[in-house]
């Protein structure tokens, strides 16, 4: 936890003030900064109010389990990632670890659908859940010191997402989507908005490969190596940004 | 599994021959045959021997626990990556994720070492234990379709390595240690051998960093985000090669 991610139910005071207020924490924010972070009173530390400012907050009070911090934001958050994510739904485990990683390297817009090669199981996951999907989310934040959400968005219908959604999503970005037989390798420090297509564990068949030629995306490799999602995904985006 | 990774003793004819013999497999990889790839008798599947060629195998007998393949090696490996990662020693469950992602990836040469905030207790790992360590490293190869196992080296001690060992280990590399708070970024597409130093969850000590750069190594940042270390170094292997 490089930062700690301020929500608004957190501020006692000066829940409306863009830069500053007191904040009480309870809970696994509270604990890590007991018992990680070691912190004292008087010490400052990484925060962040989600979805504005990052500034420094200065422990006033601790107590078993509660922290109250007097909190000053000062500077604007990361610049995003000009990328949207459109990623074939992994098994749970992964998909926790590619929403966090993701996140952290500054996506804001994660897209995951379903296609033939996809479990239909993955789609009952508890990490889908409402109440759990923004968890790595967070985690994804408090790592890379930032503090905009990415949105994330489920469409359970390769075909209705393609024939009917695409086009609008994908307008004016460079469209390309990692396939491990493509002649082609995955381009360099681009310019502009990229729609990124990554396909499921075993790929995707070719009758979905030709649908989304023919949505305009250009079949991009990364080399002889086929690599895990949650390797290929970080890949990506360092060679394209 | 895009390999089925052969091993010497899996030869029940033609061990010594390079292009190929009888093989037969009993335990994980015969049940993934039969369960994942569920293949019959006549198809054909990737495999590779340790050290050694690419190519198919053909399906001869299928048992309940037994495989047995016609195989044929036709192809060398993908070239390595000309890097040597030096890795301060994560906690056990990042580190097995590390290892395959390197080693997917094609890094052939990993030392891991210990340095200030590198937790003690890591070195207990049964992770580490010398039938465990290859583990990661073979699902690696079988991931990322390869034959070549890295070599994983361990270091305990921080200061005899930099003292004692680091010039030579690092005699006509680029030198470069990744640090969240340098000013230079990562290079990219770089030409000749890297030697790239990752430290610990939450860094490394200002001695460390200094000690490293009294023996060439230059700190360069991945921007102004911080990643965690299974995301850092894919990420920066990415930019490097």
Not at 95 to 120: D, H, P, Q, S, Y
Request: proline residues 7%; charged residues 25%.
């Amino acid at each position: 936890m490089n930062l700690i991610l301020l929500f608004p139910d957190d501020f006692v005071e000066g829940a409306g003030h863009e830069d500053g207020g007191i904040v009480r924490l309870t809970g696994r924010r509270c604990r890590h900064v007991q018992e990680i972070q070691r912190a004292e009173v008087g010490d400052e530390l990484c925060v962040g109010r989600i979805g504005g400012r990052i500034g420094r907050g200065r422990v006033i009070r601790i107590d078993a389990d509660l922290l109250e911090m007097e909190v000053r934001l000062e500077r604007e958050p990361p610049a995003p990632l000009p990328v949207t994510l459109l990623l074939a739904l992994p098994r749970p485990l992964v998909l926790k670890r590619v929403l966090l990683g993701a996140t952290a390297m500054g996506v804001k817009k994660i897209l995951l659908f379903n296609c033939n090669r996809v479990e239909r199981s993955f789609w009952n996951s508890k990490v889908l859940r409402e109440d759990a999907l923004p968890v790595p989310l967070v985690l994804g934040l408090e790592q890379s010191v930032d503090t905009c959400m990415p949105e994330v968005l489920l469409r359970t219908r390769f075909k209705s997402l393609v024939e009917d959604e695409l086009a609008d999503l994908a307008a004016g970005t460079l469209r390309l989507v990692a396939h491990p037989e493509a002649a082609r390798p995955c381009p360099r420090e681009v310019e502009g908005r990229v729609t990124l297509v990554v396909g499921p564990e075993g790929g995707f068949v070719p009758y979905e490969i030709e649908q989304l030629e023919g949505c305009g995306f250009s079949p991009v490799a990364l080399g002889e190596r086929i690599l895990r999602v949650e390797s290929a995904v970080p890949v990506l985006l360092a060679r394209l940004f």
